[in-house]
């Protein structure tokens, strides 16, 4: 049992591991790839780097860094985090229990480029099977996505109906599934009131709801999954970076605010120093 599960290897999990560890928490950091610094080719506004760095470069000193003060590092995608007294943290490759979770999972929201997407979000363009499977039970469900995420939430629509197409948006499918599978991009989403069709290459598909399950979940999928609270599609956290849900806390672009680099190491500093006091309350 950890004391601390973050996910996420960025700048704003990457500094609470090395906080938490030094604080002596035994912390595992479990990130799936790069994150935004993947994406970034020169770095200069941030403190103390006299010549431009790469944002990769910065990354691996900062996951460095946490290795060295003791922090096990996991290269892993988390699938879903279960929360019944202690958490669970459950990723593709295995399984790992904690007292408290930090979510720094930066900022991704999945759109479409399908023309009329945007119009139906929240009106039948669903990200969260288990909070939106049963309103849903017996009628025409279609899914987009094309790796685990997208089975994960498979699984759950399952027991709500059998009516499931997947529409993989142009992606290879990486999982077998027993439904009938749509490789083609979509291209346009109709409706009125609610979602009704939508187009994917040329054929045109009757919905009543689409869930979006593309890539990884994000930390607002598993904040929707366990009743944390959103705004604008960021994670509310209280002042000392925990959600609504008892241990479970949020740092970095997830939370929003100023969407940089040293902002997000500022709130990892804070976030594990928070979780430090509530282990010390609380176990
Ligand atoms: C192109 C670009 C250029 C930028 N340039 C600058 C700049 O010059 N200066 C600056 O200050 N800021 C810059 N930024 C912003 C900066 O990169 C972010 O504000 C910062 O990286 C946010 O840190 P974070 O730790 O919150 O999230 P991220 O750095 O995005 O890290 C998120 C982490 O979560 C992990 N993760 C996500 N989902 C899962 C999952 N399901 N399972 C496991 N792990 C998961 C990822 O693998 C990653 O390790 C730039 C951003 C971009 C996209």
Known sequence: MFDAIV????????????????????????????????????????????????????????????????TEVVQDEVLSIDYFDDFTVKTIHGEYKAKTVILATGKTQVYLKAKGFNDF??????????????IYRNKKI?????????????????????????????AKLEVDVDKE??????????????IQQIVAGDKT??????????????????ALRMGAFLDNNYIV?????M?????????????????QIVKAASDGAHVAIAVHKYLKQNH
Do not use: W
């Open 237 to 241: 956290v209280d002042e000392e970076f």
């Open 121 to 134: 979000i929240g009106k039948g363009i669903s990200y969260c099977a288990i909070c939106d499977g049963f």
């Open 7 to 70: 996910i996420g290897g960025g700048p704003a999990g990457a500094t609470a591991a090395i906080y938490l560890q030094r604080f002596k928490r035994n912390t595992l950091l479990i990130m799936k790839d790069q994150g935004a610094l993947g994406k970034t080719a020169h770095v200069d506004n941030y403190y103390g780097f006299v010549d431009t760095i790469t944002g990769p470069d910065l990354l691996s000193r900062g996951i460095n860094q946490a290795r060295r003060l003791g």
């Open 142 to 170: 279609g899914l987009v996505g094309s790796k685990e995420f997208m089975e994960e939430e498979l699984e759950i629509l399952k027991q709500f109906s059998d009516d499931i197409t997947i529409f993989t948006n142009g």
């Open 205 to 222: 598909y009757d919905i009543d709801v689409l869930f979006m399950a593309i890539g990884s979940p994000s930390a607002s999928d598993f």
């Open 181 to 194: 599978v749509v490789l083609e991009e979509i291209k346009e989403v109709h409706g009125q009131e609610s």
């Open 243 to 259: 959600t609504n849900i008892p241990g479970l806390f949020a740092a970095g672009d997830c939370i929003g605010g100023l969407l």
